[in-house]
């Protein structure tokens, strides 16, 4: 990496840090300037604008989560041991991953309802990974793991639902057993995906 | 209804509309009185602060959920009629509610992690809405409609997770089939739930 965009890559990730807690709407030129200590003309040479800005962010929160999740669970043979990974990858993402949670799960409940480059990013951001889902999930029909018939999109759809249950109960209602409901969500998915 | 509490309660359901698109946090005396027209003034009379009008619009949505969701629930048959109404009327909920989607979906994200009183205030909602789930599924292990080893903590999780799943899908993704699949998850659970 060049040093221009190593200056550049270690401010986004400050500034997905600060997002995750603020609201990807709250990062402004102005707050990145407070909490990084540059100067806003500083900034303002990297980003052109806020929605600049909260773009390049989402960007880079998606090289994080293929770093953090995607990236290790292909490292896994095929079939129900890479799902399994990916959920394993998926729940240590919720939580050890951004201080404030994870900055899609936010970012989708602010701007799900504004029309503009920041959602549009965040709609192809969430359906690549809908896609990398379903492709994970594929495979181990292939493999036979799963059975020929499963309903792949049905079982993404149900996998979202347990990771946004366990994104709520752990961060909002801070449950110490949100982790091991999710775990015994996940096993009656898979256990309902094999073959019958 | 006196005079000023109709007033009181006609400005928080403009406030609670307006929480829905903008998020909770943006919701400020400020941009209250440019949606209603109303003086700022005029609003500080009514409301001490941002924070206590944040925690007013809580409260209100909670009557709103309330009479949406729970009350027509509560008047169908306990045991799986029940649950079964539980779960439509919170998908119209989210359906037909506000124009910016579940004003508690929205509000969790963003407040998850700004302790103050306006999380507390979601927590207790959060709370209050988990243990009406408890009691109407609990109802359905009594009335022998569900197994009675049922986790019903886990049951009241995946139903959250559904929901999520649904608003997720439906309000970001704009699925037409969100509904479709909220329905086939709950069928799922509800047949795990029955006596085996």
Redesign the interface.
Known sequence: MSKGVETRTAILDEATELAS?V?L??LTIGTLATQTGLSKSGLFGHFASKEALQVDVLLRARERFVDAVLRPTLSVPRGEPRVRALFEHWLSWQRNGL???CLF??A???F??QEGPVRDE??RA??DK?ESVLTIVTAAVTERDFAGDL?V??FG??L???M??HH??S???RAPDAES??R??FE?LVE?ARPH
């Open positions: 807690r609201g709407g709250g201080s404030g949670g799960v936010n989708v409940s602010e799900d309802d965040l709609l969430e359906r809908a309903d999109e049905q759809f149900e979202e639902g347990i946004l249950a709520h109960n961060r909002m209602m409901r999710a015994t969500a009656r309902s």
